[in-house]
């Protein structure tokens, strides 16, 4: 196992310390590195608060900041984070107008997140986004994996946040934006988690695991190698058969690396998705391309649409200033 890392139990506090140095502008953290929060708060803004196992870089410390999430709570590698770190974010950043929760559909993350919203007391709700479309239930979850369509509720429900809309509201907006989300994913190596030592998979040169989840977990089946137009055709046909889009719709269309993928290769994927929606008569309005839900070193990558209207485009091109996503400011 190759690294940059001095020690594997301090892989996670080092790493946070270096994201809070880097970004000091944006986020500070709570103690004991419990989460990482936004600098500066909005008084009377509903506040978001998200999180899960690290690993998934910059999901979801990455988008904390104006315009997206006012916490995140990192767990160890590939672990959920504790009800406590959930709590401790809450008190931290909640200004008064209630605290929503938003939960990748992971059975840790569910129950812990389920946990800190009974114990808060503060009025909270909570969005669960499932939005791979790959498999019904996995090693990981009961019901379908919350992935990169995350990134999209988190967009879009911290930009209405931004503007005042209160907690019912955004409740049901991040309900509507996780429905009208599909993605699925496709990994050509495995990751390796520090602690283990080695691949959380083993797959040969030749092949790839067609609906991986961003753990590593399996998807639909082992397949050969093969173009990045057939795997974009499987990829976009899949979610597009989710949505049931009609020819015009408009959509946001996010192609995400899995951490070890190169822009030169997602490209390539973005154009081939390009044909597959014109083909079915889908329109990408907005485009997001990169490494953004990661796993690990993964190589691969996820292609997640979301039908979009005006009102969404607009939440969309809000002004967002996060250290991983910045427009408009």
Known sequence: MKKLIN???????????????????????GADHQFVRRRALKPGKVALISGGGSGHEPLHAGFVGHGMLDAACPGQIFTSPTPDQMLAAAEAVDTGAGVLFIVKNYSGDMMNFQMAAEMLDKANATVIVNDDVAVENSTYTTGRRGVAGTLVVERIVGAAAERGDRLDALKALGDAVNKA???????LTSCTVPAAGKPTFQISADEMEMGVGIHGEPGRRRVKLTSADDIAAELTGAVLKDLSLARGQEVILLVNGFGGTPLLELYVMVNAVQKVLAGRGIKAVRHLTGSYVTSLEMAGCSVTVTAADPAMLALWDAPVHTAALRWGM
Do not use: K
């Not at 139990?9 to 500070?28: E, N």
């Not at 989300?181 to 990994?187: I, K, L, N």
């Open 7 to 29: 020690h594997v139990d301090t892989v996670l506090a080092q790493s946070l310390d270096g994201f809070v140095a880097a970004h000091a502008d944006v986020v500070t953290q």
């Open 181 to 187: 989300t599909a993605s699925m994913g496709v990994a």
